[in-house]
C-alpha cells in the first residue's frame, strides 16, 4: 500500500533556529513529491515537485531534497510566519496525491 | 484569475439533509479532486475526475456522490448527511501533462448536527 509519513508531528523553533521536516514515502514508481503549506482556515498552497533522487529545490528560507526513500524540506534561520502546516504528498503516474499527515511548525520570535 | 472557487465555504445541515457543494476552476485543468480534511487524519481523497463526463472513487467514497458535466465544474454530493461526513472539504485540480501539482480551493467546512 502507498504510504506517505511525516515528522515530526509538530514542530516549534525559536526564530532563526534552523530545522528539517522528513517525509517518508513507501510508492513504488514515484512520479513526483509534492511539498505544500497550509495556513489555518486555507487550502494547500503549491510550494515545490521534486521527481528524481538528488533533486533540489529553493525558495526563500526553505529547502526541498528528496532521496529514494525520504524528502526534507530545510528551514533556514524561520521567522514568525514561516508557520504553517507543511504537507507532504507522493504520487504514482497519473493517479492523485497521497498525502502525508503533515508537519504543524511554530516559529517563535 | 481566481483559480480554484469553492462554493458555500460555511454550511450547517441536520442530519438526512442533502447539499451539493460547487467547484470551479478557470485553469483549463483536465483532473479535478475532493478531499476531506479532518485532524489527526490529513488530506484524504473522496473521488476524483480526469475529465468532462468521468468521475473515479478514492479513499473514502461512502456516502458521496460526484458529477463533471463541464470541464470547469466539480460537484461533490451529500444524499444524506450524517454526523461523521463534518469536515472541511477541499476541491483541487491539475493538469495532465508536464506541471502535475494540483491547486487548492480555500476549502468548505460542513458540520452536521
Known amino acids: 500500500e502507498d504510504q506517505v509519513t511525516q515528522s515530526p508531528e509538530a514542530l516549534r523553533l525559536q526564530e532563526g533556529e534552523s530545522s528539517s521536516l522528513n517525509c517518508s514515502y513507501t510508492?513504488?514508481?514515484?512520479?513526483?513529491l509534492f511539498w505544500y503549506r497550509q495556513d489555518p482556515g486555507k487550502g494547500p498552497e503549491f510550494l515545490f515537485t521534486?521527481?528524481?533522487a538528488g533533486e533540489e529545490k529553493e525558495k526563500e528560507r526553505l529547502k526541498a531534497t528528496l532521496t529514494k526513500k525520504e524528502s526534507f524540506l530545510h528551514i533556514t534561520a524561520p521567522k514568525p510566519e514561516d508557520s504553517a502546516t507543511y504537507l507532504c504528498?507522493?504520487?504514482?503516474?497519473?493517479?492523485?496525491?497521497?498525502f502525508g499527515k503533515g508537519t504543524r511548525l511554530s516559529v517563535i520570535a | 484569475n481566481a483559480g480554484v472557487t469553492q462554493t458555500p465555504k460555511f454550511r450547517v445541515l441536520k442530519t438526512g439533509q442533502s447539499m451539493t457543494l460547487l467547484c470551479a476552476q478557470d485553469?483549463?485543468?483536465?483532473?479535478m479532486y475532493w478531499y476531506r480534511q479532518d485532524p489527526g487524519m490529513g488530506l484524504r481523497l473522496i473521488h476524483y475526475?480526469?475529465?468532462?463526463?468521468?468521475?473515479a472513487k478514492g479513499e473514502v467514497p461512502d456516502g458521496y456522490n460526484v458529477s463533471r458535466l463541464k470541464k470547469q465544474n466539480f460537484l461533490l454530493g451529500l444524499e444524506s448527511a450524517a454526523p461523521s461526513q463534518t469536515s472541511v472539504y477541499f476541491c483541487?485540480?491539475?493538469?495532465?501533462?508536464?506541471?502535475?501539482?494540483?491547486?487548492f480551493g480555500q476549502g468548505t467546512r460542513l458540520t452536521v448536527v
Open positions: 475526475s480526469v475529465g468532462e463526463g468521468t468521475t
Open positions: 485553469m483549463n485543468h483536465e483532473y
Open positions: 510508492v513504488s514508481g514515484l512520479r513526483g
Open positions: 483541487a485540480s491539475s493538469e495532465q501533462g508536464a506541471r502535475p501539482e494540483a491547486f
Open positions: 504528498a507522493a504520487r504514482k503516474g497519473n493517479t492523485p496525491l497521497v
Open positions: 521534486l521527481y528524481s
